[in-house]
């Protein structure tokens, strides 16, 4: 999972605030990946995105989320107004197309709301 | 039906014995097919990736794919203490009509090593 990075990796946030997580991918992978994780439970898929297109948003809430991948910069996963139900690990994986490629992983952020 | 399924453990099995791991996977047309690995508190790490019916080994790792049984597995020979972990079966689903493949994960099986 070398290269793909996210940050902070850790988040507290109050309930009602917003949380901003950020995932670079590796060099040269234009495809990102945004997971959630509860504690001893499996990832569940949360958005895939290309550059500028968000290609399947059907694991993404339909309030309070949202996900881009500008042209420039870091895939960004918004959490608004959070409550307690959203303290989870979020993990980004990156590709660099579709298809039979492998995805890594970042280290994840650990998002925490008191 | 789950579109991936896994049995969540933990499964035990002795220091150097073999562990098998199964999954199965609901989308037929699915091609890609990968195993990760995940300690706990850390993100997952790709072990092993299988497009093709049959065996495919790497080190102490194989991966097994029968597309017709819509089953992968992944077997650990030699297992170690430092293999417990949970193991994420991960499948690629056909592309939809962009063709574009998402990638849905197992909720992974436990694997405990005992000395």
């Known amino acids: 999972n070398a290269g793909v990075m996210q940050n902070p990796r850790h988040l507290v946030r109050r309930r009602g605030q917003e949380a901003r997580l950020r995932c670079s991918p590796m060099?040269?992978?234009?495809?990102v990946y945004w997971y959630r994780q509860l504690p001893e439970e499996g990832l569940k898929f949360m958005v895939y995105?290309?550059?500028?297109?968000?290609?399947?948003e059907s694991g993404m809430p339909k309030e309070r989320f949202s996900a881009e991948f500008p042209k420039e910069g870091p895939s960004i996963l918004r959490i608004q107004q959070v409550v307690r139900g959203d303290s989870a690990a979020y993990f980004c994986?990156?590709?660099?197309?579709?298809?039979?490629?492998?995805?890594?992983f970042g280290q994840g952020t650990r998002l925490t709301v008191v | 039906q789950k579109e991936v399924e896994q049995n969540s453990g933990p499964l035990s099995v002795p220091e150097g014995a073999i562990a098998s791991l199964n999954c199965t996977y609901s989308?037929?047309?699915?091609?890609?097919f990968f195993w990760y690995r995940q300690y706990s508190g850390k993100s997952p790490e790709l072990i092993m990736s299988i497009y093709s019916n049959g065996d495919k080994e790497d080190g102490r790792f194989t991966a097994q794919l029968n597309k017709a049984s819509q089953y992968v597995s992944l077997l650990i020979r030699d297992s170690q203490p430092s293999d417990s972990a949970t193991y994420l079966c991960a499948v690629n689903h056909p592309p939809n009509s962009g063709g574009y493949q998402k990638v849905t994960f197992g909720t992974g099986t436990k694997l405990q090593v005992i000395p």
């Open positions: 994986a990156s590709s660099p197309r579709t298809g039979k490629t492998e995805a890594f």
């Open positions: 995105l290309q550059k500028e297109n968000i290609i399947d």
């Open positions: 989308d037929r047309g699915s091609q890609s």
């Open positions: 060099k040269g992978h234009s495809h």
